[in-house]
């Protein structure tokens, strides 16, 4: 199972990488992903997405990156958190994007951590190709992260799970670390 952890003393975020642990160790999570028919902008099917994920063994480390100057605050200005093949076990969280909910950090949490084992598998590749988010709601990233965000607003259930209306998560491919 993926295992998320940072060296972050903050509050929220500390809150955070709880809720993720606790949604990645709960089998009703990867019951719910096993049911879906299928992911686009893949082969694999959920049920070996949720299993490549419960069977991961990544210690997935909670960095952060501030974009400074004007030019790098208006290309990183829709950008919640990215992943870098670079740093295959690290995620970058915008510390401009930290006045969001839990679920919703919890949620973009879990969307990198499917980049992630995306990574570590070698017979597929599940997600979702560049960073334009428009239309890829049904690739596995974005989807397991709403169902994140649903699970947690639903205090853990995974009951009427409805993902209308739910904004997608964006991600990037390079770091700007700042580890604090």
Request: glycine residues 4%; charged residues 30%.
């Amino acid at each position: 199972m993926i295992t998320i952890v940072s060296k972050s003393k903050r509050k929220k975020i500390i809150e955070c990488i709880e809720l993720c642990n606790g949604i990645l160790k709960d089998d009703r999570f990867y019951d719910e992903i096993k049911l879906k028919s299928g992911f686009d902008m893949t082969e694999a099917t959920p049920t070996q997405v949720a299993d490549y994920m419960k069977d991961s063994d990544v210690i997935f480390m909670v960095k952060f990156f501030k974009p400074r100057g004007l030019r790098k605050r208006l290309k990183y200005r829709k950008t919640n958190a990215y992943t870098n093949k670079k740093y295959p076990n690290q995620l970058f969280l915008n510390t401009r994007k930290l006045n969001r909910s839990k679920e919703r950090i919890s949620a973009t949490i879990i969307h990198e951590s499917v980049h992630a084992v995306d990574n570590q598998v070698k017979e597929f590749d599940f997600g979702h190709g560049d960073n334009d988010s428009t239309g890829k709601g049904n690739t596995a990233p974005y989807w397991i992260g709403r169902l994140a965000y649903k699970y947690l607003k639903r205090n853990n259930t995974l009951e009427a799970i409805n993902f209308s209306g739910i904004k997608t998560i964006d991600s990037l491919e390079n770091p700007l670390e700042l580890d604090f």
